[in-house]
């Protein structure tokens, strides 16, 4: 496996694609259909992080519209958990209405954690 191989890790787009694909009603059947391949292709990608080829790449994101530059670009010197990757796909995928409930709960955690350590 070569260099580059090893530092993408591919479940955050793969989580990416299976909320944009869950968000339009299709199943995995269907989008296999639509890009060529088997249901299970599109489970591995969405679940394990596997890696499809260029073509359905470009198919997936295009189809999407889900912008690879958060997931391609990152800070070489930070390991995000894969739990803050999946948390950031949420929060891309949120409307206004619901990031606004996110901001209000993060301050509540935030403001919470300092009166602990202030006490």
């Not at 394990?48 to 997931?71: A, E």
Request: hydrophobic share 40%; aromatic share 10%; with cysteine.
């Amino acid at each position: 496996m070569e260099d580059w191989e090893r530092k993408f890790d591919f479940h955050g787009l793969g989580l990416a694609i299976k909320d944009a694909r869950e968000k339009r009603g299709w199943t995995q059947a269907y989008l296999a259909e639509l890009v060529d391949r088997t249901d299970r292709t599109i489970m591995n990608i969405e679940n394990r992080g596997q890696y499809p080829s260029f073509g359905v790449f470009i198919k997936l994101v295009t189809m999407f519209d889900i912008s690879v530059d958060q997931f391609i670009y990152r800070d070489s010197g930070s390991k995000e958990s894969l739990c803050r990757k999946h948390i950031d796909v949420l929060l891309n995928s949120m409307n206004e209405k619901e990031l606004l409930v996110m901001e209000a709960t993060a301050e509540g955690l935030k403001k919470a954690r300092e009166t602990e350590v202030s006490e």
